[in-house]
């Protein structure tokens, strides 16, 4: 008599399965120290690591205790299987009912243990992933976060590298987001950063991801060439230029200004990013409440100043180039984020 290879195969799956889920989360807690500053304050990070630990331990106990039954239940039936070989103890009716009794209940043992740690596998599975969807979530905007569209990026530009598949990022910055804090007070300027993340989810059907990338400041990736995707942000500053923000009762106007590139042949992914904040910048020099587009030479602009109710600088024609002398302060100041974003992949 020999063990059904089915059971050891739904047995090593299941430990393969528990052994993933601990690698996991183990990823997941080195990755949270790392970030826990930006996530939150000292002592929730430290709480939260302390439930990952005690998650890790009870996952590690359980996965041991169940070890343990499986070894017993191995045990068992090569015990029965010795006995009915020799024949003796089989060799009555009655030896032969108490001998697939023994059998029957070893296998309801085990069966109630294994429908026991499905149903404890499940409910970590379940307490991994919303540990692992916070790990990629911008806590105030609900958007993904720095570490998501890091992760996203990257993986955009291996794609790019081995089949070409383009792709483009939009930066985008509130315009006078200071202002609206000294004016409103720091509620308000959360209120509307939340608002504009409502606002950009609105275009998550046409994009690769939708992140906070810090402060005031989102990002965008697109698949695709500059041109569409600056059209999509561009209909997006439109419509929120056309509408105020409310928060706490107050109507408060809320422009945006954004800059977009696309990769490029033998590019890196820190030129790419240094391209659109170039992109970004020129769309604030310009006049704010526009897009503009870097296209690996210069910078140009779409849409105009005219719905921008806080800012009185004359609307400029478009195509808007970025003259000699802007183009070198453009790069001057953004000098250090091909470094910082190559370093990191290096």
Sequence with gaps: MTTSPLLYTLVGLLFGTTLLALGIAMGFWMAKRGVSNELANAARATLEQQNMLALMRNMATWTN?????????????????????????????????????????????????????????????????????????????????????????????RKWQQSKAMFSLAMIDVDHFKKVNDTYG???GDAVLKEMATRLAEIKHDSLLVARYGGEEFAVLFDGSEAEAAEIMDRLRKSIAG?????????IPVTMSCGVSRILSEDRVGKLVRRADEALYSAKMGGRNRVFVHNGTLCSGLGSTSNDPTVSATPKSDPL??????????????????????????
């Design 65 to 157: 205790d169940f070890a343990g039954d499986f070894t017993r239940y191995q045990s068992k039936m090569e015990s029965l299987s010795r006995v009915a070989a020799d024949g003796k103890t089989a060799s009555t009716k009655e030896g032969v009912q108490e001998l697939l009794d023994q059998i029957v209940s070893a296998n309801e043992a085990l069966q109630s243990r294994l429908n026991n740690a499905e149903q404890k596998l499940e409910n970590q599975t379940k307490q991994l992933a919303g540990y692992l969807t916070e790990a990629r979530t911008d806590a105030l905007t609900g958007l993904a976060n720095r570490k998501a569209f890091d992760q996203k990026l990257d993986e955009c530009f």
């Design 186 to 188: 720091h509620p308000a």
């Design 243 to 251: 509408k105020t923000f409310e928060a706490d009762g107050v109507s």
């Design 321 to 346: 180039p970025v003259s000699n002398d802007l183009e070198e302060r453009i790069r001057s100041k953004f000098d250090h984020i091909i470094e910082k974003e190559t370093n990191r992949l290096s």
